[in-house]
T-cell receptor
């Protein structure tokens, strides 16, 4: 596709439920990032993939958060036992290769936990 | 880790005036400093970036300056237009790292 695609664009769930957020990066981009953006804040790093492997997951807040990228393209961010504090916009970004410059962001998945 | 601070949090200017947004960073090993623009409900988009081997970079009405000694960098927008209204984020990345650390954003409003 022309850009980074994220689904769903909006997700409302109840506290304690499981949620999956999907990211389809720009074709050919080997680096993929997940960020979380709370209201009035800048994007906060969660996890970075180079190819299929999670090269840096130091930003994941706790073990309820997990992400996969099994074929080196589409990635899924998984959140277990959601809490109200998980409510935010989850942004995915990709880049052609690591550490070289511009991140291309998707429009995000807005998660609301009631 | 890196800590990026950004000021001001909001900025209003008259159309045609200049706008300046300032950021400081803590990690002297940071060497890449991009600026992203995010319109309401839209994705962040890169508008300009600078690497630590240069002190200033311009692209039409926007420019970025970098002072490595003081660990601060600034975004300058001249001849502002209403379509410049958005939230602007600065960011920094360490040499050899993959992660960008973002500032908290500046909401710029250009008044026609």
């Amino acid at each position: 596709g022309a850009g980074v695609s994220q689904t769903p664009s909006n997700k409302v769930t109840e506290k304690g439920k499981y949620v999956e957020l999907r990211c389809d990066p720009i074709s050919g981009h080997t680096a993929l990032y997940w960020y979380r953006q709370s209201l009035g804040q800048g994007p906060e790093f969660l996890i970075y993939f180079q190819g299929t492997g999670a090269a840096d997951d130091s930003g994941l807040p706790n073990d309820r958060f997990f992400a996969v990228r099994p074929e080196g393209s589409v990635s899924t961010l998984k959140i277990q036992r959601t809490e109200r504090g998980d409510s935010a916009v989850y942004l995915c970004a990709s880049s052609p290769q690591t550490g070289t410059g511009e991140l291309f962001f998707g429009e995000g998945s807005r998660l609301t936990v009631l | 880790g890196e800590n990026v601070e950004q000021h001001p949090s909001t900025l209003s200017v008259q159309e045609g005036d200049s706008a300046v947004i300032k950021c400081t960073y803590s990690d002297s090993a940071s060497n890449y400093f991009p600026w992203y623009k995010q319109e309401l409900g839209k994705r962040p988009q890169l508008i300009i970036d600078i690497r630590s081997n240069v002190g200033e970079k311009k692209d039409q009405r926007i420019a970025v300056t970098l002072n490595k000694t003081a660990k601060h960098f600034s975004l300058h927008i001249t001849e502002t237009q209403p379509e410049d209204s958005a939230v602007y984020f600065c960011a920094a990345r360490r040499t050899g790292a993959n992660n960008l650390f973002f500032g908290t954003g500046t909401r710029l409003t250009v008044i026609p």
